[in-house]
């Protein structure tokens, strides 16, 4: 168990919950821009579809070491926050290196670059946010919410400002993104060294464990890594495929934010509908809905339901997304002990980026001899997602119980 809190860690710090959301903002501007808008850059200046897969997941990779690295690190921190502001500052200036000419070797090299210094941004936020879960009772949620809204508002803006300038504003919109965070970042909340647990000795071992090597903790993240891979295929082309239609960078906007609205809601639904409901189920409902939403993808132009149909598409990321990604963090919460948060969340994050990049990487091949039809190897990702997640129901999942 954990030892009591001291007199400094009890007291919440002034506007906790504000202060994070103020963060999760900002963290998900330059998301906003780079997910939608930064293939339409790559396309720009006529990289192939291997190329441009190549591009986006090499930074995958390249996460996979720094996310858990930094993570680790932070956890025997005496706090977590300069470690983001570090990390945030080297994002900006790596950044740059998108403004020097956009060979191959520039580009692929400047995204890695990037990516060793962005990796750690998102795992050592949800480690500050949970420990405030854990420590104060805040709603991780209603603080998440508003990385959510950001990256709705900025995918809608970005379509309208690359509309009028085109896609070569996409590394000035980044570099923009990216600097808010280091600003972010001097006002997070700081909670101090992580609390060590003091174990009897009968708890010593499952609790050390905290579920890395126990079966639930990794079925459940498994089963996330391929909820949140089978995107992969979207991320890398979709805004690409969507353009080849004739269908306007306002509107790719508009359908890239309009998956983030579904999003946004679900994140406002989800304690009223699933406060009890255990992290394998919600999975299993995510990645079954995944499963759907890219059986549906390819045939909505070719049966003439347009763009009408793509939105009715993008809807449904409320479940393949965010459900699946609220399951994932509601099994951290309930499992996972607080001095082994940022590892844990390190962990998942190895796992999720290494199946992320694997099938980022095959998306190139993937649309040059399959186009849209790619998204069929997709929907298989998330059926696998969905089986495990209910293999993971035959597991107990207290902290108790060490998983």
Not at 128 to 144: E, F, N, Q
Not at 287 to 307: E, S
Request: proline share 7%; glycine share 8%; charged share 10%.
């Amino acid at each position: 168990m954990l030892p009591p809190l001291s007199p400094e860690q009890m007291i919440k710090p002034r506007y906790f919950e504000l202060r994070m959301s103020i963060l999760y903002v900002c963290l998900f501007l330059p998301n906003g821009i780079h997910l939608p808008y930064f293939p339409l850059w790559l396309k720009l200046h006529e990289f192939s579809p291997s190329e441009i897969a190549t591009i986006i997941a090499a930074p995958y990779f390249v996460r996979i070491f720094a996310g858990p690295v930094v993570s680790a690190y932070a956890d025997r921190a005496t706090d977590r926050v300069p470690v983001l502001l570090a990390c945030a500052v080297l994002s900006a200036i790596a950044c740059a290196g998108y403004f020097l000419p956009p060979t191959y070797a520039i580009v692929l090299a400047v995204s890695v670059l990037l990516a060793i210094a962005w990796a750690p941004h998102t795992p050592l936020s949800d480690s500050i946010a949970l420990s405030g879960v854990r420590r104060y009772k805040v709603d991780y949620a209603s603080m998440r919410i508003w990385g959510s809204i950001s990256f709705l508002l900025i995918n809608i803006a970005g379509g309208y400002i690359l509309a009028a300038t085109g896609a070569g504003a996409v590394p000035w919109l980044l570099l923009a993104g990216l600097s808010t965070i280091v600003v972010a970042s001097l006002f997070v909340p700081r909670l101090g060294k992580p609390r060590v647990a003091t174990l009897a000795p009968s708890e010593a071992l499952p609790q050390a464990a905290f579920a890395l090597r126990h079966p639930y903790f990794l079925l459940i993240i498994t089963a996330w890594a391929f909820a949140q891979s089978s995107h992969a295929f979207a991320y890398a082309f979709s805004s690409i495929y969507w353009k080849s239609l004739g269908i306007g960078d306002g509107t790719i906007g508009l359908l890239w934010a309009f998956s983030v609205l579904a999003e946004v809601l679900m994140f406002m639904l989800f304690r009223r509908l699933f406060a009890r409901t255990r992290p394998g189920v919600l999975l299993a409902i995510g990645t079954g809905i995944g499963v759907l939403r890219w059986v549906l993808f390819p045939l909505v132009w070719p049966t003439g339901l347009g763009v009408p149909g793509f939105f009715f598409v993008q809807g449904m990321h409320a479940f393949s997304f965010s459900l699946a990604f609220l399951g994932g963090q509601k099994m951290f919460s309930e499992t996972v002990p607080e001095e082994r948060m940022g590892a844990a969340q390190g962990a998942a994050f190895f796992l999720v980026m290494g199946t992320l990049a694997v099938f980022t990487l095959a998306s190139g091949p993937l649309y040059e001899a399959f186009g849209v039809d790619g998204f069929y190897a997709m929907a298989v990702v998330a059926l696998a997602g969905t089986v495990l997640s209910l293999r993971a129901l035959a597991y107990p999942h207290s902290a108790g119980s060490g998983g």
